[in-house]
Protein backbone atom coordinates (compact mmCIF):
# COMPACT_ATOMS: atom_id res chain seq x y z
CA UNK A 1 0.00 0.00 0.00
CA UNK A 2 2.71 2.10 0.55
CA UNK A 3 3.91 2.47 -2.92
CA UNK A 4 0.20 3.35 -3.63
CA UNK A 5 -0.16 6.17 -1.39
CA UNK A 6 2.93 7.34 -2.27
CA UNK A 7 2.43 7.87 -6.36
CA UNK A 8 1.62 10.97 -7.21
CA UNK A 9 1.50 11.27 -10.64
CA UNK A 10 1.20 8.04 -12.38
CA UNK A 11 -0.32 4.40 -11.50
CA UNK A 12 -0.30 1.59 -14.47
CA UNK A 13 -1.16 -2.00 -13.44
CA UNK A 14 -1.33 -5.46 -15.47
CA UNK A 15 -3.54 -7.56 -13.74
CA UNK A 16 -5.20 -10.99 -14.33
CA UNK A 17 -7.81 -10.31 -12.32
CA UNK A 18 -8.71 -8.44 -8.60
CA UNK A 19 -10.40 -10.55 -5.77
CA UNK A 20 -11.33 -9.01 -2.54
CA UNK A 21 -8.80 -6.88 -0.77
CA UNK A 22 -10.17 -3.97 0.00
CA UNK A 23 -6.71 -2.64 1.12
CA UNK A 24 -4.96 -2.70 -2.25
CA UNK A 25 -8.96 -1.22 -4.02
CA UNK A 26 -9.25 1.64 -1.49
CA UNK A 27 -5.75 3.02 -1.82
CA UNK A 28 -6.31 2.76 -5.86
CA UNK A 29 -9.42 4.83 -5.34
CA UNK A 30 -8.03 7.07 -3.44
CA UNK A 31 -4.70 7.71 -5.44
CA UNK A 32 -7.02 8.36 -8.42
CA UNK A 33 -9.60 10.62 -6.02
CA UNK A 34 -5.95 11.99 -5.35
CA UNK A 35 -5.13 12.67 -9.76
CA UNK A 36 -3.51 10.23 -9.89
CA UNK A 37 -3.49 8.67 -13.20
CA UNK A 38 -4.32 5.01 -13.17
CA UNK A 39 -3.94 3.16 -16.39
CA UNK A 40 -5.06 -0.58 -15.83
CA UNK A 41 -5.52 -3.85 -18.26
CA UNK A 42 -7.38 -6.95 -16.69
CA UNK A 43 -7.87 -10.17 -18.30
CA UNK A 44 -11.39 -11.23 -18.43
CA UNK A 45 -12.33 -14.93 -19.00
CA UNK A 46 -15.60 -16.28 -18.82
CA UNK A 47 -14.97 -17.48 -15.05
CA UNK A 48 -13.68 -14.39 -13.87
CA UNK A 49 -16.71 -13.54 -11.89
CA UNK A 50 -16.80 -16.31 -10.01
CA UNK A 51 -12.47 -16.48 -9.85
CA UNK A 52 -11.84 -12.76 -8.95
CA UNK A 53 -14.94 -10.86 -7.79
CA UNK A 54 -14.15 -7.37 -8.06
CA UNK A 55 -12.71 -7.62 -11.65
CA UNK A 56 -15.84 -6.04 -13.17
CA UNK A 57 -15.66 -3.32 -10.36
CA UNK A 58 -12.25 -2.71 -10.94
CA UNK A 59 -13.07 -2.17 -15.04
CA UNK A 60 -15.59 0.08 -14.42
CA UNK A 61 -13.76 2.22 -11.44
CA UNK A 62 -10.51 2.49 -13.50
CA UNK A 63 -11.55 2.36 -17.29
CA UNK A 64 -9.14 -0.50 -17.34
CA UNK A 65 -9.06 -2.21 -20.62
CA UNK A 66 -9.82 -6.08 -20.88
CA UNK A 67 -7.78 -8.60 -22.80
CA UNK A 68 -10.79 -10.88 -23.78
CA UNK A 69 -8.53 -13.16 -26.23
CA UNK A 70 -8.50 -16.92 -25.85
CA UNK A 71 -5.08 -16.47 -24.53
CA UNK A 72 -4.76 -15.65 -20.72
CA UNK A 73 -2.88 -12.43 -19.90
CA UNK A 74 -1.38 -13.05 -16.91
CA UNK A 75 0.62 -10.25 -15.84
CA UNK A 76 1.01 -8.91 -12.95
CA UNK A 77 2.72 -5.83 -11.91
CA UNK A 78 2.33 -2.33 -10.88
CA UNK A 79 4.27 0.63 -12.27
CA UNK A 80 4.77 4.15 -9.73
CA UNK A 81 5.28 7.46 -11.04
CA UNK A 82 7.60 5.61 -13.97
CA UNK A 83 10.15 5.25 -11.46
CA UNK A 84 9.01 1.84 -9.45
CA UNK A 85 7.98 -1.48 -10.17
CA UNK A 86 6.33 -4.17 -8.13
CA UNK A 87 5.71 -7.45 -9.96
CA UNK A 88 5.61 -11.08 -8.99
CA UNK A 89 3.35 -14.46 -9.33
CA UNK A 90 0.88 -13.41 -7.23
CA UNK A 91 -2.54 -12.38 -7.52
CA UNK A 92 -4.63 -9.65 -6.06
CA UNK A 93 -6.59 -11.90 -4.03
CA UNK A 94 -7.21 -13.77 -0.82
CA UNK A 95 -5.62 -16.99 -2.20
CA UNK A 96 -2.60 -14.51 -3.84
CA UNK A 97 -1.31 -12.46 -1.13
CA UNK A 98 -3.51 -13.64 1.70
CA UNK A 99 -0.87 -15.34 3.72
CA UNK A 100 -0.94 -18.65 2.81
CA UNK A 101 -0.40 -18.47 -0.60
CA UNK A 102 3.43 -19.63 -2.34
CA UNK A 103 3.41 -16.60 -4.52
CA UNK A 104 5.27 -13.79 -4.65
CA UNK A 105 5.68 -10.07 -4.81
Known sequence: MQEIDSAKESIDVALYGIGD???VYN???NAKI???KIRA???YSKKMDELYPKTIS???DFDA???KSEIIMHNKFFIFDNKKVLTG???ISPSGIGG???NSL
Open 89 to 91: SAN
Open 41 to 43: IVD
Open 58 to 60: FIK
Open 100 to 102: YSA
Open 21 to 23: IAK
Open 65 to 67: HTD
Open 34 to 36: RGV
Open 27 to 29: ALL
